[in-house]
């Protein structure tokens, strides 16, 4: 379960100080696909960067099954943000490495064999449907098809709580534009 109590955040900078978020309360229980929508710019991203403490909140708390995560030491926030995956707004695929291989990289740095962290990657091509696309670069595909590779590594490690910013969209007809993040505490398949 998530639970945001209070949440604020205000990005301070010599011209003046933006306030992103005031006083949001928010629960998502477990297997919750949750979904927020506003405004661009009204503080979505920011929002879901909070919640692995990507982004440290002004003030309040969040609180994930029942843990305070503004109080983790840096060790223990390191180990909760390894059950919380994150789907960036941009994809941040890795472009010197294959789909295959930028799918394997979380299992990679968290000591999963190659063998195995192979067929796991397969098996999640396989889930999003870019199985043969596996050789290929970044560069190489799609929007789309990014967008699925970067769901495929999100889920890479069974993350316990994936959190996904939703695309550029720049052939959105009037600014500014609604769009949505959304926030999916759970232990369900995904297929
Ligand atoms: N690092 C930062 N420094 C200063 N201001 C920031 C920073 N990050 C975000 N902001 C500001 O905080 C507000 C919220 O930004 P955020 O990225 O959360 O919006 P968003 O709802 O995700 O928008 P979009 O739909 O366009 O992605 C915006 O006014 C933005 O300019
Ligand atoms: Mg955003």
């Avoid at 949440?7 to 949750?34: H, M, P, Q, Y």
């Avoid at 098996?123 to 799609?142: H, I, T, W």
């Avoid at 769901?151 to 890479?156: E, F, G, S, V, Y």
């Amino acid at each position: 379960m998530i639970e945001l109590k209070k949440l604020s955040k205000v990005f301070d900078s010599t011209s003046g100080s933006v306030e992103a978020l005031r006083d949001v309360d928010l629960t998502i229980n477990d297997g919750e696909i949750f979904g927020i929508i506003g405004l661009s710019g009204a503080g979505k991203s920011t929002l879901v960067r909070c919640i692995n403490l990507l982004e440290r909140p002004s003030s309040g708390q969040v609180l994930i099954d029942g843990q305070d995560m503004t109080a983790l030491s840096r060790p223990e926030l390191l180990k909760m943000r390894r059950s919380i995956s994150m789907i960036f707004q941009g994809f941040n695929l890795l472009e010197q490495r294959s789909v295959l291989k930028n799918v394997c990289f979380p299992l990679e740095i968290s000591g999963v064999k190659r063998q195995a962290a192979e067929k796991k990657t397969l098996e999640l091509l396989k889930l999003v449907g870019l199985e043969e696309k596996a050789d290929k670069y970044p560069a190489q595909l799609s929007g789309g098809q990014k967008q699925r590779v970067a769901i495929a590594r999100a889920l890479a490690t069974d993350p316990s709580i994936c959190c996904a910013t939703r695309p550029p969209a720049p052939w959105t007809p009037t600014p500014p534009a609604l769009s949505w993040s959304c926030c999916a505490p759970s232990t369900r398949p995904w297929a």
